[in-house]
């Protein structure tokens, strides 16, 4: 893929990029901030690199107007960034902006939201229970998920925060505790054994398959972001026919949440090789080395491009 820069950057004016945020990822987005400021400004871009320091809604109003930007580049992860705060503040404020809106990242942060919305659409998702810290049950969870290992999450977190493996019900009071420092709901999911992959979506079309191998059991926060922890395979070693199969769920799961622009769709693959989708992230990573912009460039678009391809999307949504 080949943008004409020169063309692009006088309408569009100044882009502000916007990273850390006040999340529990706040570093790791600074990172894909960083890397988007730099990968932007190699192309001739107008970059303002706006660093995210409140959760207050006028002091990031304020800010935004000082920076005098005409589009933002939203590179903030977790709760403020993905969960449709942010995307809430640019409209008011009439900025357009790089990915999805405020209802589907809504949907999308939420995993509770997700799992029903895409259950409904008859995507395959793998059995789950939600619960609250209010009305907590470990035997009807138990009763309803038949069997072990299975996985506790917070319902509205990233970069596998808070998540732990539990492989019989003694396991269930330190993840219980540890998923609940995220906030008061969780969702309890029955632990697919099988291979990990990712799938990226650029407007609208399926980017190449990534399978995931961490030297850990699940690939948590450690595995996702200390060198040498896991492998990637690009493109995953599946078969045509499986590629195009999970290519077409991921499609179908980020057009059933309402995605604009990119996302990447995680799935667990079970040893019948049925896919299960894991979760939607509308804001990805976004260094060069991250999982998106890994399946960018085994699809020929290097990292300046796709960055671009998210502003001409934004400016266009905008029009």
Same mark, same amino acid.
């Given at each position: 893929?080949?943008?004409?820069?020169?063309?692009?950057?006088?309408?569009?004016?100044?882009?502000?990029?916007?990273?850390?945020?006040?999340?529990?990822?706040?570093?790791?987005?600074?990172?894909?901030?960083?890397?988007?400021?730099?990968?932007?400004?190699? %192309?001739?871009? %107008?970059?303002?690199?706006?660093?995210?320091?409140?959760?207050?809604?006028?002091?990031?109003?304020?800010?935004?107007?000082?920076?005098?930007?005409?589009?933002?580049?939203?590179?903030?992860?977790?709760?403020?960034?993905?969960?449709?705060?942010?995307?809430?503040?640019?409209?008011?404020?009439?900025?357009?902006?790089?990915?999805?809106?405020?209802?589907?990242?809504?949907?999308?942060?939420?995993?509770?939201? %997700?799992?029903?919305?895409?259950?409904?659409?008859?995507?395959?998702?793998?059995?789950?229970?939600?619960?609250?810290?209010?009305?907590?049950?470990?035997?009807?969870?138990?009763?309803?998920?038949?069997?072990?290992?299975?996985?506790?999450?917070?319902?509205?977190?990233?970069?596998?925060?808070?998540?732990?493996?539990?492989?019989?019900?003694?396991?269930?009071?330190?993840?219980?505790?540890?998923?609940?420092?995220?906030?008061?709901?969780?969702?309890?999911?029955?632990?697919?054994?099988?291979?990990?992959?990712?799938?990226?979506?650029?407007?609208?079309?399926?980017?190449?398959?990534?399978?995931?191998?961490?030297?850990?059991?699940?690939?948590?926060?450690?595995?996702?972001?200390?060198?040498?922890?896991?492998?990637?395979?690009?493109?995953?070693?599946?078969?045509?026919?499986?590629?195009?199969?999970?290519?077409?769920?991921?499609?179908?799961?980020?057009?059933?949440?309402?995605?604009?622009?990119?996302?990447?769709?995680?799935?667990?693959?079970?040893?019948?090789?049925?896919?299960?989708?894991?979760?939607?992230? %509308?804001?990805?990573?976004?260094?060069?080395?991250?999982?998106?912009?890994?399946?960018?460039?085994?699809?020929?678009?290097?990292?300046?491009?796709?960055?671009?391809?998210?502003?001409?999307?934004?400016?266009?949504?905008?029009?």
């Amino acid at each position: 893929m080949t943008l004409k820069t020169k063309d692009v950057m006088p309408r569009l004016g100044t882009i502000g990029v916007l990273m850390g945020g006040v999340s529990s990822e706040r570093d790791v987005s600074l990172r894909s901030g960083l890397a988007v400021v730099d990968a932007l400004k190699k %192309t001739g871009c %107008t970059i303002v690199p706006i660093e995210i320091k409140s959760h207050e809604r006028e002091q990031i109003i304020s800010d935004l107007r000082l920076a005098e930007i005409q589009l933002a580049f939203v590179a903030l992860h977790g709760k403020f960034g993905e969960d449709g705060t942010i995307q809430s503040i640019l409209e008011d404020l009439e900025i357009p902006y790089t990915g999805s809106g405020i209802r589907a990242s809504a949907c999308a942060f939420n995993k509770v939201t %997700t799992q029903r919305t895409l259950r409904a659409c008859g995507l395959p998702v793998a059995d789950f229970f939600v619960a609250d810290a209010v009305d907590l049950d470990v035997d009807a969870i138990v009763d309803a998920l038949k069997e072990f290992p299975l996985v506790v999450k917070p319902s509205c977190e990233g970069s596998s925060f808070g998540v732990t493996v539990v492989h019989s019900k003694a396991d269930f009071p330190s993840a219980l505790n540890e998923a609940f420092r995220y906030g008061n709901e969780i969702i309890v999911e029955k632990f697919i054994a099988g291979r990990e992959l990712t799938v990226g979506i650029l407007d609208q079309e399926v980017l190449p398959i990534v399978e995931i191998c961490p030297s850990k059991q699940f690939f948590d926060f450690e595995a996702k972001y200390q060198k040498g922890l896991t492998d990637y395979i690009i493109p995953a070693q599946l078969s045509d026919g499986l590629t195009q199969r999970v290519g077409e769920i991921a499609l179908k799961a980020h057009q059933a949440v309402g995605c604009e622009g990119y996302s990447r769709v995680d799935f667990r693959l079970d040893h019948a090789n049925q896919p299960f989708i894991l979760e939607i992230n %509308t804001i990805p990573g976004f260094t060069e080395t991250s999982l998106f912009p890994k399946a960018a460039r085994q699809a020929g678009i290097d990292f300046s491009d796709v960055c671009l391809k998210l502003i001409q999307l934004a400016y266009g949504k905008k029009k």
